[in-house]
């Protein structure tokens, strides 16, 4: 009778211990899922908040910007920035291709061309509107979710 009671006293532990690691095993599991989703969820939010902070700030860059204004280039619209410095005049385009919020800042005796632009973020369908001379509406899509804002233009 004493071995059988040896016997038990080494089989419970050993399934409890079986099953302590199981638990541990499945809780794992079900957080990295969790962490995964809200990763997924912060990166997106990152990219498109991103890709409109990014136009608004360099609306409101600096003092230096002479006009804003939106043009239709190649279908698609355009947000451009004329400023003045000591060496000449310049634009920067802020603008939508190939998936990516593109910049392009060259002089003015140069010709605008959507491929030299430099890829800022990923986004698409960027849309781009004048309310009126002092405020413009940017919206797009990162992940199916869309984001908008509104920019006032700062009068001199």
Do not use: W
């Not at 199981?22 to 990152?46: D, P």
């Not at 004329?82 to 003015?108: A, C, R, V, W």
């Not at 309310?131 to 009068?155: G, R």
Request: proline residues 2%; charged residues 20%.
């Amino acid at each position: 009778m004493n071995k059988n009671k040896h016997v038990i006293d080494m089989i419970f532990p050993i399934a409890l211990f079986f099953v302590f690691i199981s638990s541990c095993f499945i809780v794992l599991i079900l957080s990295f899922h969790t962490y995964r989703k809200t990763v997924q969820l912060e990166q997106s939010n990152y990219q498109t908040r991103t890709a409109l902070s990014y136009i608004t700030q360099k609306i409101h860059q600096n003092d230096l910007i002479d006009s804003v204004s939106l043009q239709q280039i190649d279908q698609k619209d355009v947000l451009v920035l004329k400023s003045s410095y000591s060496q000449g005049k310049y634009t920067t385009y802020l603008y939508e291709d190939k998936g990516y919020l593109k910049e392009l800042f060259i002089s003015n005796q140069l010709e605008f061309d959507k491929d030299d632009g430099k890829k800022i973020i990923p986004v698409s369908h960027l849309k781009m509107q004048q309310i009126n001379p002092y405020l413009y509406h940017f919206s797009c899509i990162v992940d199916h979710k869309e984001i908008n804002t509104n920019v006032a233009i700062q009068s001199k």
